[in-house]
Each structure stands twice: as C-alpha cells, then as structure tokens.
T-cell receptor, first 116, second 110 residues
C-alpha cells in the first residue's frame, strides 16, 4: 500500500458512456498526476495538479476532463471514449516545494479501462 | 524535448547473477533520479532514488549516478526470479519536470 487509492480498479464502458475515475491520496502531498499506460508503451503524463491548480496538460483530448477539488482528491471524467483509449490509468502524488531535492512520486494501483 | 532513454530489453540474467540496468537523460537540469519496478499489470513501485554523484546502496540494489555523463544505472545483486519485472528510470528537476523512460524488461532465469 502506497497511500494512494484508486477506484474503480476495473472499468468496461461503451463509447457513448460517461464515467469517472477517482483517486485519493492519504500522504499529505500537494501534487497529483494522471498517467496513461497502454500495452507495451511507456507511461504518458496526462495532467498535473500542483496545489490544486492544473499546471500541465500534455495535449490530452477533451474527452478526458480532470477535476481536483482539493489536494487529496483527483478525478478523471471520461466521455465518448474510443477503443484506443483502453489502457491502465494511473494516479500518482508527490510533495513538491519546500526546498528538497527529490520529489518522488507514489502511484496508486491503477484503473484498467476497456472501451468497447 | 527532455527525454530519458532506456534499453527496452528483455535483459535476461541467471538467478544469483548481477543485473545491470542503464538509463541516460538529456536534461542537464535534472537533479534527482528514480528507479521504479513494475510487475505486469501492476503499478510502478519506487525502489530508490539518487541525487548525488556516485553510488547509493539499499540492500541488494545499488544506484549509480554520473551527472557529467548524464547516466544513471541500477545494479541488482543476487538476482532472484521475483526480480523479473520492468524497471522504469525517471529524472526530475526539483519537482518541475518528472520524466519517465520507457522501461527495461528484466527476466531472471531460475
């Protein structure tokens, strides 16, 4: 257990559905991240929130919509997805700032998403 | 484009041998480096991090950093079949630019 939880762990959805992924961190961190990991591909950073404000959006399609209501919770809202969006979606958190050198990220278990 | 490069593997070593995993990075501003282990279907798990030139040891794992050569490595001594996984290298600049490499798949043969 890393202190980062994600729900659901598995999700199957049709292309016309709307669903949300949830992430919660219990580490007191101030930054949270969404990553996508497709089969046999490297981790792709999707969104970064520092101090609840989105600081990075790596050209992610608008069918993915993040929400960060507070520093402990992060959501990824999904709508009208495509089959190629099927992947493992990982949430991570870290503590940034404070003059440290290393800001290691801790990952949740991921949500395995299948779009049919 | 700030990148972290790794050989994709697979790297195969016999049980009990030393596994050597290598990583290079392009961003000279990167200050700290991380090694994660990821089992198939699971999320990445932090093994160790290093930010000073030289070696850092933790149990069977040793991370090595050479900032002049922009090179990071991970040595796994006395490799076990349970070490078989994909190892991800990442570099970061004070929390501003965390970049993962594509990972190296390690297979430890019994």
């Amino acid at each position: 257990e890393t202190g980062v939880t994600q729900t659901p762990r598995h999700l199957v959805m049709g292309m016309t559905n709307k669903k949300s992924l949830k992430c919660e961190q219990h580490l007191g961190h101030n930054a949270m991240y969404w990553y996508k990991q497709s089969a046999k591909k490297p981790l792709e950073l999707m969104f970064v929130y520092n101090f609840k404000e989105q600081t990075e959006n790596n050209s992610v399609p608008s069918r993915f919509s993040p929400e960060c209501p507070n520093s402990s919770h992060l959501f990824l809202h999904l709508h009208t997805l495509q089959p190629e969006d099927s992947a493992l979606y990982l949430c991570a958190s870290s503590q940034v700032g404070g003059g440290e050198v290393s800001y290691e990220q801790y990952f949740g278990p991921g949500t395995r998403l299948t779009v049919t | 484009q700030k990148e972290v490069e790794q050989n994709s593997g697979p790297l195969s070593v016999p049980e009990g041998a030393i596994a050597s995993l290598n990583c290079t990075y392009s961003d000279r501003g990167s200050q700290s480096f991380f090694w994660y282990r990821q089992y198939s279907g699971k999320s990445p798990e932090l093994i160790m991090f290093i930010y000073s030139n030289g070696d850092k040891e933790d149990g069977r794992f040793t991370a090595q950093l050479n900032k002049a050569s922009q090179y990071v490595s991970l040595l796994i001594r006395d490799s076990q079949p349970s070490d078989s996984a994909t190892y991800l290298c990442a570099g970061d600049n004070y929390g501003q630019n965390f970049v993962f490499g594509p990972g190296t798949r390690l297979s430890v043969l019994p």
